[in-house]
């Protein structure tokens, strides 16, 4: 059994009302442990030998991972390869369903504007365009006043795709952007679904400095352009960049480079990793 969770103060609790071993995958450290809850925790210590701790980066592991000494734990990404990176034929439908034009450039900003996410700097940056650009959006929530200065800005051209939507639709945000935009306030390490989709769909990428780790891990890559986390002058340029120079595409190696499996060896992984478990606190 693998448990998917956003909580990482129950492990031992849930293992023991459960009655099963599990996998967890803690996705980011978000709830607040008060003292109900860690005397709750102290109490079902003894379940925390049935569990196995999954952390989609150091960074996650680093912030839990000390409040849990007991809790066997690893680092393994939770996204994964589904072998299917879009195709020349669904980047120039995707170009003509948005119409944009073949030689004007266009970036991606996908998924909902929650706190982590640094829309504030994109918003100075965008207006520091010094070259035209085709801005897509897509997902919920979103800020309409935002939205509307965006539309508003001389070298912006806006297409807003309000969420949630569906694969297919998804598919089509990425497939008509040179790059996809991910800006975080730094410190932010969790695994970031954009930066994978994008990876994984064959899509270069803009990404900000939120996180050492991963900056080391894109440092260098032909398909990647990193700028400073909060930074706006920073993040105008590598935009304003893309007139002359678009990153090449990431291709099967960059899977690599973010540690990101295959469905078939990922469930290889949480079979064996199970198995393990099961061995182990018999």
């Known amino acids: 059994m ?12 849930v293992a023991l009302l459960g009655g099963t071993r599990h996998l967890r995958f803690v996705h980011e450290a978000v709830t607040t442990e008060d003292r109900p ?32 000494p007991h809790l066997p734990g690893g680092v393994r990404a939770f996204a994964v390869d589904e072998g299917r990176p879009l195709t020349d034929a669904e980047r120039d439908g995707a170009r003509s369903a948005f119409t944009i034009p073949a030689d004007a450039k266009a970036v991606c900003v996908v998924g909902g ?4 996410k640094d829309i504030p700097t994109v918003d100075t ?22 939205l509307t200065r965006w539309h508003q800005l001389p070298n912006v051209h806006l297409h807003t795709v309000p969420g949630p939507v569906g694969d297919q639709v998804l598919r089509l945000v990425y497939a008509a ?19 994978m989709d994008a990876v994984r769909l064959g899509v270069p990428l803009i990404v900000s400095t939120h996180d050492p780790e991963l900056t080391a891990r894109l440092a260098g890559e ?11 002058d920073a993040l105008a340029k590598a935009l ?29 992984f949480l079979t064996d990793t199970y198995a393990h478990l099961t061995k182990e606190s018999r």
């Open 37 to 68: 809850v860690r005397w709750l925790g102290r109490l079902a210590r003894k379940g925390e030998k049935r569990v196995i701790a999954l952390y989609p980066t150091a960074a996650v592991r680093d912030q839990v991972g000390p409040g849990f």
């Open 2 to 13: 693998v448990i998917l969770s956003a909580s990482e103060a129950l492990h031992g609790a």
């Open 222 to 232: 032909p398909w990647t352009r990193l700028f400073a986390a909060g930074d706006p």
């Open 240 to 268: 304003d960049q893309l007139t002359a120079d678009v990153p090449a595409r990431p291709g099967p190696s960059a899977l690599g480079a973010l540690d990101m499996s295959s469905a078939a060896d990922q469930a290889a």
């Open 177 to 195: 952007a040179d790059a996809a935009l991910v800006a975080r306030k730094s410190g932010v390490g969790k695994e970031s679904g954009l930066v």
């Open 125 to 146: 940056a965008l207006a520091r365009l010094t070259a035209p650009l085709h801005v897509l959006v897509c997902g919920t929530p979103l800020d309409d006043a935002v």
């Open 113 to 116: 504007w929650w706190p982590y």
